[in-house]
T-cell receptor, first 112, second 113 residues
């Protein structure tokens, strides 16, 4: 089955700096890679996703890159703000199953 | 976002008791899922259902059962609760066509003592 590994488990950055979270996956057939943000006490919410026919996708301060050859994808947050503090999860979708396999999460803290 | 509703929000139960967690959705999605979240372990799939007549085990289904009562309702049961089932449980839904993202419910925090 699919195995998604996520690093680091915790990340602290100064406000205004960039943050990068990395994930690797094992199933070369996976073709959909979403990222979820979970604020304290709240439900995970989709913030950005990328499909295997695209190498990079941006949405304002957030970007995701995908390297299918190496089977890894990354979340980049620029100009971080305190409200970016949350737990971030990466996930991968096994082709044809539409079941997301999640990484173990990264707790991002943005220090004002 | 009240599109996916879970009840109860919090529950404390005793070891050996049967408990049901309920999920209902107004999004019209066919696919529904139950995940549990544990610190350091992320979100792990318990069961999923692609329609009323379709139920599938996930990676950690032992000790759990589910019922898809209608397109909009998907319940998770713990037949005989044990302490290591203490966790945060999320229901999620997705559309089968095009929209692959999940919409999560607000979660149920379950404590088994």
């Amino acid at each position: 089955g699919e195995n998604v590994e996520q690093h680091p488990s915790t990340l602290s950055v100064q406000e205004g700096d960039s943050a990068v979270i990395k994930c690797t996956y094992s199933d070369s057939a996976s073709n959909y890679f979403p990222w979820y943000k979970q604020e304290l006490g709240k439900r995970p919410q989709l913030i950005i996703d990328i499909r295997s026919n695209v190498g990079e996708k941006k949405d304002q301060r957030i970007a995701v890159t995908l390297n299918k050859t190496a089977k890894h994808f990354s979340l980049h947050i620029t100009e971080t703000q305190p409200e970016d503090s949350a737990v971030y999860f990466c996930a991968a979708d096994r082709t044809g199953a539409n079941n997301l396999f999640f990484g173990t999460g990264t707790r991002l803290t943005v220090i004002p | 976002d009240a599109d996916v509703t879970q009840t109860p929000r919090n529950r404390i139960t005793k070891t050996g008791k049967r408990i049901m967690l309920e999920c209902s959705q107004t999004k019209g999605h066919d696919r529904m899922y139950w995940y549990r979240q544990d610190p350091g372990l992320g979100l792990r799939l318990i069961y999923y259902s692609f329609d009323v007549k379709d139920i599938n085990k996930g990676e950690i289904s032992d000790g759990y059962s589910v019922s898809r009562q209608a397109q909009a309702k998907f319940s998770l049961s713990l037949e005989s609760a044990i302490p290591n089932q203490t966790a945060l449980y999320f229901c999620a839904t997705s559309d089968r066509i095009g929209d692959y993202g999940y919409t999560f419910g607000s979660g149920t925090r379950l404590t088994v003592v």
